[in-house]
């Protein structure tokens, strides 16, 4: 399991921004998917956004597009999500996740055994 370490979670007025970032301890293979999920009280674990670390393709779930854009740099090992216009049911435990890049879709979760410890967004 890689190390992963998260920061930038917070509390956001609606309409505000964040920027949350992830640093991997290493890439564990030669393409990755980096990923941001959440997860509300009461809610499953669902996938935010994803960043191939080769192509630097890059994946966001299909009700965050236009608000939620993700980057990456490799040199640094290092993923952001910048969050914009942020609503309350945005509120949940952000985590960022490390697996190898293969042909499951990036959003399920079971497939990550390397996570975040999670940071918290609160929109209010």
């Known amino acids: 399991d890689v190390q992963l370490v998260e920061s930038g979670g917070g509390s956001v007025q609606a309409g505000g921004s964040l920027t949350l970032s992830c640093t991997a301890f290493?890439?564990?293979?030669?393409?990755?998917?980096f990923a941001w999920f959440r997860q509300a009280p009461g809610k499953e674990r669902e996938g935010v956004a994803a960043?191939?670390?080769?192509?630097?393709?890059?994946y966001v779930s299909f009700d965050l597009k236009g608000r939620f854009a993700i980057s990456a740099v490799n040199a640094e090992n290092t993923m952001y999500l910048q969050m914009n216009r942020l609503k309350p049911e945005d509120t949940a435990v952000y985590y960022c996740?490390?697996?190898?890049?293969?042909?499951?879709?990036?959003?399920?979760?079971?497939?990550?055994?390397?996570w975040g410890q999670g940071t918290q967004v609160t929109v209010s």
């Open positions: 960043i191939s670390t080769r192509g630097r393709d890059t």
């Open positions: 996740a490390i697996r190898r890049r293969d042909d499951r879709y990036w959003g399920e979760a079971a497939a990550y055994r390397s």
């Open positions: 290493e890439y564990p293979f030669s393409d990755n998917y």
